[in-house]
Structures are given as structure tokens and as C-alpha cells.
């Protein structure tokens, strides 16, 4: 037993778990280099605690992974531990038990991730098989527990989770995706009855499932911000999670956990990394990725790092409740700053909602040629930017503005943000009177064409784009999007340096707005 876990527990290359694929973008296995970059932040923050006492040397101190999919975090732990224990516990077999045994839980979110888990763990998906390197369990699973969960049905939805009845009422082969960690209403009461006694932990750390899949298959709901406020009940003294950036000005359902999060001084560390692909080489999170530490003690500013590829911004020591959502690179504060101060009225104030004429994206029942009392009808499609002919009596909500000149701005654009310096915002289009548009598009709406020409012109300036990629974090762009704009008078072409010497932008700010936002090119294809 002493060579089998030496082996196993010892770095090698390659590692099998840097090679295995995620099973869906919802549950995405953590590549083992990233855990280690978590686990190296939690050994900082411990000796930070414990007068540079090293936590893989406490005999005493548990972890738990609580959505555990390939067992890396708890492999990796045990790894540490079993080096810096060795010192206390010299004799291999007992060290291991001990660490196995007393130390490291998970709870699997499917049974092909616990089986993979025991496996990367105990080198047996049996953990009281003749190869599993631990000898002290008496039963199958050991501490890395899982059993088939249902979800809780109260009209049509999960209580919990949110999960549609319709989609995850399955039959008894099949996963339903009922995560035990969120669904219970005592979280305490639960890990006791997994684990057979009262636990506490002093760490938990984990990759939770991102979403599920919507009813109607369109948006999927978010579930990630469960795990973090289930974790946050259990009062470890750590709590470190991976998970999407998009709550931090975002994301369907998630404006409380936001709140939450930003208004948590206990947030000791954050690491952002605005293009996902660079940690989840497989899988598209957009948005990006974030992990944050969690410090039960902690009560001060948040240490905030950017990494984009090879460039670390950061930790900049952050409050991250300064706004109603977080920014998250802090040299475009003192930009944002300048222009607050002012106390403008805001571009949102008259920018439309979302599907304002009540048309979706794919509505098709236009003509290409107008009968009697039709209006111009703007729309997208996979070709691109067209325009039709429809009649008015189609339109369901703002009627009113049928009859105005329009700046029609997209509300999609092409990079959401994957590589610097981004277009931001897609070219607007003005739109004569009448007129309407489908969701496609939001729009200001103007009495003259003067006006509407005036308004697509400061859309098109890197400075209106800039601010609103401070509140943009995917491809799509609401009213809200908006709110750090200013109105102008729209009375004129508006061009940055005009703007730049409003709001008195130095030459170093405006070289930081163009590394972040690049010229419009009017020439390239409309749908930029």
C-alpha cells in the first residue's frame, strides 16, 4: 500500500485530469493548475491568519467540496496534506487514513462525477475496494457521498433550484440534476445526515454547476449563486469558489446575489478573468470566469486581480460595493468619476426597453413592399440588417413612438468583449418617421432627423462605448447599459475630442479608453 499511494499521491505528467472533457458547459471540470491557483490562495490568506502557521500541516483542518465533479480540489488537498503532515505522521499508511478519513469530504453533483471523484481520490471508485489506497472505510462511497436526489415541485418549478418540472421530472436511469447541497431548507441537519455526524468545516471550495436549462430552452437559469449562499450558512473559516463573472453586473435572477456579494466585506480575494477560454480551454462561459476567497474574519477592502493572457492587473486593494455593480478593471474609475460628477441625466432615461414594439428578433410577417398605410420595418437576420414593410396595427406596446425619427442602436454586438480593444457596441442606424424595429434593436426616439443623426454620432464615439462597457460584461446590451452615459444636446456630430476635453480626459485616460475600445469602422459591414 505504502508504493500504491506514494505513487499515486506524488505530481505527474501527464495528469489525467487535464485531459478528460467537460460533460456539459453547465458542470465544467476545473483544469488541475487553476485549482492549484485557488488552493495557493487559501494557503496565503491561512498563514496571513495563523501568525505563518501552514494550514497541509494541521492535522485538524476539513475540507469539503460540495458539487465535486472530477475530484481535483480534493486530490489535490490530500497531495498537500500528505507532504506537510509527513513531518507529524511519518508512517505513510496511517497519514493517509488519517487525511481520507478525517479530513477531506465531497459530495458528487452526478454518480459518473462521484465515481470519478472516488476515483481520482482514493485511486478506486470503491473506497473500500482492494485498490483504494485508503484502508479505513467501511463502506462504498466513503467521504465522497452522492444518492439520487428529486426535486421539490410547487407549481411547475423547483423550490429550490427553479428547475423546470417539465424538463427535470425524469425517469429513474436519468440525472435529474437535484443538487443535495442546495436542496434542503437545513443545511447543518443535511451534512450531518451525508456524513453521519455534526460536521464543521474549516474550508469549503468548489466548482459548482453554472445553470440549468430553461422550459423553454431560450435562457438558462443560473444556480451557482445557491451553492455560494448555502457554503456561506455553514460559516467556514474560508470559502473559495470558481464561477461566471456575469453576476458582477448581470445575469438572469442574480441582481440580490450581486448585492450580496458587493456588499460582503468578508471577500478577502478576487481573481477575474474577463475571457473564460484562458482557464476552460473548452467550453464558452461568456462574461468570463471569476474565483473569489471568502474569509469568515476578514473585514476590509477586497484584493481585486484582472488577467487578461499574460497581463496581471492587480490585487488593488478594492471597496466593491463603490457602485450598484462591480467594475471590473479600477483604472476606468477615475474616467467614470469625471463624469458623474457632473450629474447629468442619463442616456437610459431615453433609451427604449428590450422588444419595445412587442417584435422579436425572428418575427417574419413583413413585406418587402409597402401596401397602403404600412411603416418601415427594421429587423436582423443571419444574413444581416434588412428593412421591410408592415403594418402598424402588429405593433403591441409603444405606439406612440411608431411616428418619430429613430438612432437604432443593436442590441448585440459581434465580440462581447473576448479581445481588447472591442468594438463594444454595434453601428447604429437612424431610421426615418414612421417607423418601428424588432427586438433586435433598441432605439432613441427624436422629433427631427437633425436629432437622430446628432444621437447615432455620440453612439459611435469611443467614449460613449467605453462607459457602457462598464456595465456590459456579454454580447448583449439593455437600457440599463446605459445608466454612466450622459445626454447631450443633440444639435451636432458629437466626436471624442469634443468629449474628451468636456469631461477633461487626459492624454493617459484617452490612451487606456482606446486599449479598451477601438475606432468604428463605418465602412465594414453594417453589423459589426
Not at 485511486?123 to 452522492?146: E, L, Q, V, Y
Not at 474609475?333 to 426597453?353: F, H, N, W, Y
Not at 468594438?423 to 433598441?442: D, R
Amino acid at each position: 500500500m505504502s508504493e500504491q499511494a506514494s505513487f499515486t499521491l506524488r505530481r505527474r505528467n501527464p495528469d489525467v485530469l487535464t485531459c478528460i472533457a467537460n460533460l456539459s458547459n453547465d458542470e465544467v471540470f476545473t483544469p488541475p493548475e487553476f485549482a492549484n491557483r485557488m488552493l495557493d490562495t487559501l494557503t496565503e490568506a491561512w498563514a496571513a491568519n495563523h501568525q505563518g502557521a501552514n494550514l497541509w500541516a494541521d492535522p485538524k483542518a476539513t475540507f469539503l467540496d460540495p458539487c465535486t465533479k472530477s475530484g481535483v480540489f480534493l486530490r489535490e488537498i490530500t497531495r498537500r496534506l500528505t507532504e506537510g503532515l509527513a513531518a507529524r505522521m511519518p508512517n505513510l499508511d496511517q497519514r493517509v487514513n488519517h487525511i481520507l478519513t478525517k479530513q477531506v469530504f465531497g459530495i458528487g453533483i452526478t454518480q459518473i462525477t462521484s465515481l470519478l471523484a472516488r476515483r481520482s481520490v482514493y485511486c478506486s471508485r470503491h473506497a473500500d475496494g482492494k485498490h483504494s489506497i485508503a484502508k479505513a472505510f467501511g463502506n462504498d462511497s466513503g467521504n465522497i457521498w452522492f444518492q439520487r436526489m428529486e426535486h421539490t415541485w410547487e407549481a411547475e418549478k423547483c423550490r429550490y433550484c427553479g428547475a423546470g418540472k417539465s424538463v427535470f421530472e425524469r425517469g429513474v436511469g436519468l440525472e435529474t440534476h437535484a443538487y443535495a447541497f442546495i436542496h434542503t431548507d437545513n443545511i447543518k441537519a443535511r451534512l450531518a445526515e451525508l456524513f453521519g455526524r455534526k460536521m464543521q468545516f474549516d474550508v469549503i471550495i468548489g466548482n459548482p454547476p453554472y445553470q440549468l436549462a430553461s422550459d423553454g430552452g431560450t435562457r438558462d437559469v443560473p444556480i451557482y449563486q445557491l451553492f455560494v449562499a448555502q457554503a456561506k450558512k455553514l460559516q467556514p473559516r474560508f470559502l473559495a469558489m470558481v464561477i461566471p463573472s456575469r453576476w458582477m453586473s448581470g445575469g438572469l435572477g442574480l441582481s440580490e446575489f450581486r448585492e450580496t456579494m458587493l456588499s460582503d466585506r468578508r471577500i478577502r480575494f478576487l481573481a477575474d478573468y474577463p475571457v473564460a477560454k484562458e482557464v476552460f480551454s473548452s467550453v464558452e462561459v461568456k462574461g468570463g470566469i471569476c474565483y473569489f476567497l471568502w474569509d469568515n474574519s476578514w473585514s476590509a477592502d477586497c484584493n481585486v486581480t484582472v488577467v487578461r493572457g499574460k497581463t496581471v492587473f492587480g490585487p488593488i486593494g478594492r471597496k466593491l460595493d463603490a457602485y450598484d455593480i462591480f467594475i471590473r478593471d479600477a483604472r476606468a474609475i477615475p474616467i467614470l468619476q469625471k463624469v458623474l460628477d457632473k450629474s447629468e441625466p442619463s442616456l437610459s432615461e431615453i433609451t427604449s426597453a428590450r422588444t419595445a414594439f412587442g417584435l422579436y428578433s425572428n418575427y417574419s410577417a413583413y413585406r418587402e413592399k409597402p401596401q397602403k398605410g404600412d411603416v418601415r420595418f427594421y429587423g436582423t437576420s443571419a444574413r444581416g440588417r434588412f428593412t421591410g414593410w408592415v403594418s402598424p396595427t402588429v405593433v403591441t406596446t409603444n405606439q406612440d413612438a411608431i411616428d418619430t425619427y429613430k438612432a437604432l442602436i443593436p442590441k448585440a454586438s459581434s465580440d462581447g468583449g473576448q479581445k481588447l480593444p472591442d468594438v463594444v457596441l454595434g453601428k447604429p442606424w437612424v431610421a426615418e418617421s414612421p417607423s418601428i424595429c424588432t427586438q433586435s434593436f433598441l432605439f432613441v426616439a427624436t422629433k427631427t432627423l437633425k436629432e437622430a443623426e446628432s444621437v447615432a454620432s455620440y453612439y459611435r464615439t469611443r467614449f460613449v462605448r467605453f462607459l457602457v462597457s462598464l456595465r456590459k460584461i456579454a454580447q448583449d446590451t439593455t437600457a440599463a447599459s446605459y445608466l454612466w452615459c450622459p445626454q447631450q444636446t443633440w444639435d451636432r456630430t458629437w466626436t471624442d475630442e469634443e468629449l474628451f476635453a468636456k469631461y477633461s480626459i487626459t492624454p493617459e485616460e484617452q490612451a487606456y479608453i482606446a486599449s479598451q475600445v477601438r475606432p468604428m469602422n463605418l465602412e465594414a459591414a453594417a453589423d459589426e
